[in-house]
T-cell receptor
Framework: GAGVSQSPSNKVTEKGKDVELRCDPI?????LYWYRQSLGQGLEFLIY????????KSGLPSDRFSAERTGGSVSTLTIQRTQQEDSAVYLC?????????FGPGTRLTVL | AQSVTQLDSQVPVFEEAPVELRCNYS??????LFWYVQYPNQGLQLLLK??????LVKGINGFEAEFNKSQTSFHLRKPSVHISDTAEYFC????????????FGQGTRLTINP
């Protein structure tokens, strides 16, 4: 079956612009996660959605970051007024139990 | 809260040699343990996981890991590596209670030399 997909695979933007990153989870998975991978910070948790429950936003680094999950499926991570320190690979994962399955990531470069 | 320490940032080995990648964790609650592999420009792929039961778990590509509760370790081993095993390996934990998120180590870059 299809795995987790993310788009775009690469995004180059200018400082101050807004960006949207998309994640399509594995069909039937109720949990969806966003992580960030950067050279300085390694792999960091950002946000977690589980069914219809309120998301766990404890990992979002600032109020410029937000995410939504529509219809319990597709998720969009939005970064407003991007900064150079936002440059990283953004990974999405979905899961139906104790295991998370990752997508290929979106590489974001902020110039 | 949990934390994970991968003791080696880089491990070079020769092809067909055995390898061990070390992982120690800290947690105030019981945890699930995972090893993921990341090939260049790809996402994370699950190698193996420990949830409960036998402390020796086997995964894909001939890898295995042993959970040691007293030493809070979950070291990854392979008896004979191949060039295709060159990748970055991440150890991760997830608490059985509380936030359902993975906490990762800093990664170990495994380089296989011919």
């Amino acid at each position: 079956g299809a795995g987790v997909s993310q788009s775009p695979s690469n995004k180059v933007t200018e400082k101050g612009k807004d960006v949207e990153l998309r994640c399509d989870p594995i069909s039937g998975h109720t949990a969806l996660y966003w992580y960030r991978q950067s050279l300085g910070q390694g792999l960091e948790f950002l946000i977690y959605f589980q069914g219809n429950s309120a998301p766990d936003k404890s990992g979002l680094p600032s109020d410029r970051f937000s995410a939504e999950r529509t219809g319990g499926s597709v998720s969009t991570l939005t970064i407003q007024r991007t900064q150079q320190e936002d440059s990283a690979v953004y990974l999405c994962a979905s899961g139906g139990g104790d295991t998370q399955y990752f997508g290929p990531g979106t590489r974001l470069t902020v110039l | 809260a949990q934390s994970v320490t991968q003791l080696d940032s880089q491990v070079p080995v020769f092809e067909e040699a055995p390898v061990e990648l070390r992982c120690n964790y800290s947690s105030s609650v019981s945890v699930y343990l995972f090893w993921y592999v990341q090939y260049p420009n790809q996402g994370l792929q699950l190698l193996l996981k420990y949830l409960s039961g036998s402390t020796l778990v086997k995964g894909i590509n001939g890898f295995e890991a042993e959970f040691n509760k007293s030493q809070t370790s979950f070291h990854l081993r392979k008896p004979s590596v191949h060039i295709s095993d060159t990748a970055e390996y991440f150890c991760a934990v997830m608490g059985l209670k509380g936030a359902q998120k993975l906490v990762f180590g800093q990664g170990t870059r495994l380089t296989i030399n011919p």
